[in-house]
T-cell receptor
Framework: EPEVTQTPSHQVTQMGQEVILRCVPI?????FYWYRQILGQKVEFLVS????????KSEIFDDQFSVERPDGSNFTLKIRSTKLEDSAMYFC??????????????FGQGTRLTVV | QKEVEQDPGPLSVPEGAIVSLNCTYS??????FMWYRQYSRKGPELLMY????GNKEDGRFTAQVDKSSKYISLFIRDSQPSDSATYLC??????????FGAGTRLFVKA
């Protein structure tokens, strides 16, 4: 069964360092998303990406964050200068929804980012 | 008022019980309603999605949406210990980001 894969599963980084979280969405999907979940809190939308550009972003997704689809398969989230409060589980998701409603988004297993 | 309200539980039931999970919401523009299951330290797994009002059934799971009351439900029949997880409601509309509820932790005791 096709699935969204994320690497690494756990990343520890020092405050102020740059991190890149990687995702391989399901191959025939067109919409890609990043979410985060701080421990014990709800899943929060960060950004959606379609046709090689950001289609929507939340207030969390500030200038420290960027996304990229560097090739036909990978979808990355970069945090330029990590802060302690960036520590969270980051989930990548993808969907085929033509209307972008994200109705059937499939999630990866997540990358646990720990900023020390 | 929060956009999506969901009781975090925990909800503990015996094996075989019928489980009812619910969310309320405030934004009448929401059209798409989803239920996800999340096991500890794993990604959310889509269980059900419904467009607009009505019921949808899939095996032991039934999703209900009442847009007039801004209330959605997920029913689990013949609950099993393997159903023990956190259940997240989520909703969106065309052009809107998806909003998740806080999740309800469910424990099904053997």
């Amino acid at each position: 069964e096709p699935e969204v894969t994320q690497t690494p599963s756990h990343q520890v980084t020092q405050m102020g360092q740059e991190v890149i979280l990687r995702c391989v969405p399901i191959s025939n999907h067109l919409y890609f998303y990043w979410y985060r979940q701080i421990l014990g809190q709800k899943v929060e939308f960060l950004v959606s990406f379609y046709n090689n550009e950001i289609s929507e972003k939340s207030e969390i997704f500030d200038d420290q964050f960027s996304v990229e689809r560097p090739d036909g398969s990978n979808f990355t989230l970069k945090i330029r200068s990590t802060k302690l409060e960036d520590s969270a589980m980051y989930f990548c998701a993808s969907s085929t929804s033509r209307d972008g409603s994200n109705t059937e988004a499939f999630f990866g297993q997540g990358t646990r980012l720990t900023v020390v | 008022q929060k956009e999506v309200e969901q009781d975090p539980g925990p909800l503990s039931v015996p094996e075989g019980a019928i489980v009812s999970l619910n969310c309320t919401y405030s934004n009448s523009a929401f059209q798409y309603f989803m239920w996800y299951r999340q096991y500890s330290r794993k990604g959310p797994e889509l269980l059900m999605y419904t467009y607009s009002s009505g019921n949808k059934e899939d095996g032991r799971f039934t999703a209900q949406v009442d847009k007039s009351s801004k209330y959605i439900s997920l029913f689990i029949r013949d609950s099993q210990p393997s159903d023990s997880a956190t259940y997240l409601c989520a909703m969106s509309a065309r052009g809107f980001k998806t909003i998740f509820g806080a999740g309800t932790r469910l424990f099904v005791k053997a």
